[in-house]
């Protein structure tokens, strides 16, 4: 939510807030702008602080973008302080202590759009764009590529590039002259399940979601929401719908056997909660498989379907919605426990155990002993799912620059840690989440048993069309270069997917892909 290029050196002079940022010597730190952010620029005594974060629905609001308090005594500054440490929505707060010259930045709780920082020489760079951090050659963590490569989930301080650190949620780092530190939160206790005393949860996990999308303050005719015409998405129409009117919802169409059903479902949704819709192709919009060097720098972290999602963000824009709602982390929300798993499902979906013994194939012994050792560097559990974080990451900087504020209901700790205690009738099956739909649009939108809708017939049929010129462009492999991937194996791969279409395989070659691209652009 923040830039800033800050010389340690310049914090001894006063800092000042000029066109929208704190300027202090040659230093400079701009919050990004946006309708749905507020800054707060307090300064005190010899040190001072700047916060940017999400505006609340209720409670003292700024009126105004941003709220300068200047020349506060110690009370004040401690009490203004505090109320930032404790704002229920996500923030990034940068303070400065002018003696010594010492800074600290924290991270928010809800990780919606994750910071990055670099500390070269006594200068730090925050960035909420890793893509800022490719202006110069880089050394790639061969640990972390292998990690990824492997298809690992990991959550971590640690980025691709090393000397690059992003701030997990609740994190800090501490920067003075000659040293700079991170440190994690504490992790969170694990949740349990309630025994099932026979009561109705759905009540109770309708006030709990109404809550959480009640949070921020409403704009009026700047709203649009994800609809995929899953039930995720469709739970967070659901309850925005009640409150609301004048919202936009926007989904990517897919092909095969799942569009039939899939616009069926949209329509339905559509019509009973009175959308205005907006749909593109994902035929018209195929993600891109090219290697070539990019109109702009990639980050650490990509949506696989950015080129069908950014046209939908270009429309938003143009009509003047500046506020996405979405559906990320309702595949969290109920999870099965130790003792509820089958056999079956304990080990995950068996696309999933393919896709890494492809992903494996791929990689050289050194790699493979990389990523089959047990990471040291994961962050701590935290209250929003793991996996929920990950995707913050991956579409907040693109979303930023399409003019758009993410807003994640279903990511909020607060929901999953209602919706994770709930007894297991209410959570197998998302029983509790499909009685809600239920009421509201209907018991014929999401019957038991229902075609979901998957991108998994997207990618192979795309990658066997172009397998020719991705092969000639394999001729030079960054990461085989690296000792991480057997480029003859990556062919084989290639050959695979041509031959098969295979899910698990293309799922395997395409994270390749994009860390082969990263590879190339950190070369330089």
């Known amino acids: 939510m923040i830039k800033a290029q800050i010389a340690l050196s310049d914090l001894s002079f006063d800092p000042a807030w000029v066109d929208g940022g704190v300027s202090v010597g040659a230093s400079h730190l701009r919050p990004h702008a946006h309708p749905m952010l507020e800054s707060l620029f307090v300064r005190g005594a010899g040190r001072w602080f700047v916060v940017v974060r999400e505006r609340q629905a209720t409670g003292r609001v700024a009126t105004d973008a941003v709220n300068v308090v200047d020349g506060v005594d110690d009370a004040a500054f401690h009490e203004l302080y505090q109320a930032s440490l404790l704002w229920p929505l996500d923030y990034l707060m940068v303070e400065v202590a002018q003696a010594g010259q010492r800074v600290r930045v924290r991270a928010g709780l809800l990780g919606s759009v994750p910071v990055y920082a670099r500390v070269l020489d006594d200068r730090i760079t925050l960035s909420w764009d890793a893509a800022d951090f490719a202006d110069r050659p880089a050394f790639i963590d061969l640990e972390i590529a292998s990690h990824q490569l492997a298809l690992h989930t990991m959550y971590a301080a640690r980025q691709l590039y090393t000397g690059v650190v992003m701030l997990t ?34 009540a109770r996990f309708a ?69 205005a819709d907006r749909t593109v192709d994902i035929d018209d919009y195929p993600p891109g498989l090219d290697l070539s060097p990019p109109p702009e720098p990639y980050g650490f972290s990509r949506e696989f379907y950015l080129e069908a999602c950014s046209a939908l963000w270009t429309t938003a824009r143009e009509r003047g919605r500046d506020v996405l709602f979405t559906g990320i982390g309702g595949d969290e929300l109920f999870p099965a426990y130790v003792g509820e798993l089958s056999e079956r499902t304990a080990n995950g979906p068996v696309w999933a155990r393919d896709a890494r ?141 041509v031959q098969t279409r295979a899910h698990p395989a293309t799922s395997a070659f395409a994270s390749f892909l994009w860390l082969e691209r990263c590879a190339r652009q950190a070369s330089g």
């Open 207 to 275: 006030d709990a979601l109404q809550r959480v999308v009640s949070m921020r303050p409403w704009a009026e005719g700047r709203t649009s929401l994800e609809l995929s015409g899953g039930m995720d998405s469709a739970t967070v129409a659901t309850a925005l719908t009640r409150r609301h009117a004048n919202i936009d919802s926007k989904g990517i169409l897919l092909q095969g056997a799942v569009r039939a059903p899939q616009v069926t479902r949209r329509s339905l949704i559509v019509e009973r909660l009175g959308l």
């Open 357 to 497: 013994s492809y992903a494996e194939g791929l990689m050289t012994p050194r790699a493979l002993g990389a990523a089959r050792s047990r990471p040291m560097f994961d962050a701590p559990a935290s209250p929003v799912p793991v996996t929920s974080l990950l995707a913050h990451a991956c579409r907040a900087p693109d979303l930023l620059k399409h003019g758009q504020w993410p807003v994640n209901p279903l990511s909020d700790p607060h929901l999953a840690a209602f919706c994770h205690r709930l007894p297991k009738r209410s959570r197998e099956g998302r029983e509790v989440m499909r009685r809600y739909l239920d009421m509201h649009l209907g018991p014929d939108v999401f019957p038991k048993g229902y075609m979901k809708e998957t991108f998994a017939d997207v990618l192979p049929p795309l990658v066997a069309k172009h397998a020719k010129a991705i092969a000639t462009q394999l001729r030079d492999c960054a990461l085989a270069d690296l000792g991480l991937v057997d480029r003859d194996a990556a062919i084989a791969l290639l050959d695979t997917i």
């Open 169 to 202: 949620e609740r994190a800090s780092m501490h920067v003075e002259p000659g040293r700079a530190r991170f440190r994690y939160p504490d992790a969170v206790a694990a949740a349990e399940p309630a025994a099932d005393d026979g009561e109705d949860t759905l």
